[in-house]
């Protein structure tokens, strides 16, 4: 299984990006599908999950700017993030499961900067 995370890059404050992560190789059946970030000299974070249906749960710091969403017919996990803040600014890693198992996607850097 491979997780391939793109759309990150350099972005001025209350900027907004959109990353992309798609699950491929043998999987089945995803049921959760999120995204975690990590800032230099800091754990990594839970940012957004979505669950197989609709549900989904956000970290309180990006609460009503960030919003996860999902293709199941691609296997494709969004996170579109606006009103960027400086303090975003992270790698940005994605994250599935499927069954007893979990994957990471390789990580994608996020700068929110002027």
């Known amino acids: 299984v491979q997780l391939q995370a793109s759309g990150g890059g350099l972005v001025q404050p209350g900027g907004s990006l959109r990353l992309s992560c798609a699950a491929s190789?043998?999987?089945?059946?995803?049921?959760?599908m999120g995204w975690y970030r990590q800032a230099p000299g800091k754990q990594r974070e839970l940012v957004a999950v979505i669950s197989s249906g609709t549900s989904t749960n956000y970290a309180d710091s990006v609460k009503g700017r960030f919003t996860i969403s999902r293709d199941n017919a691609k296997n494709t996990v969004y996170l579109q993030m606006n009103s960027l803040k400086p303090e975003d600014t992270a790698v940005y890693y994605c994250r599935v499961w499927s069954g007893l198992r979990n994957y990471w996607g390789q990580g994608t850097q996020v700068t929110v900067s002027s």
């Open positions: 190789g043998r999987i089945f059946s995803i049921n959760a």
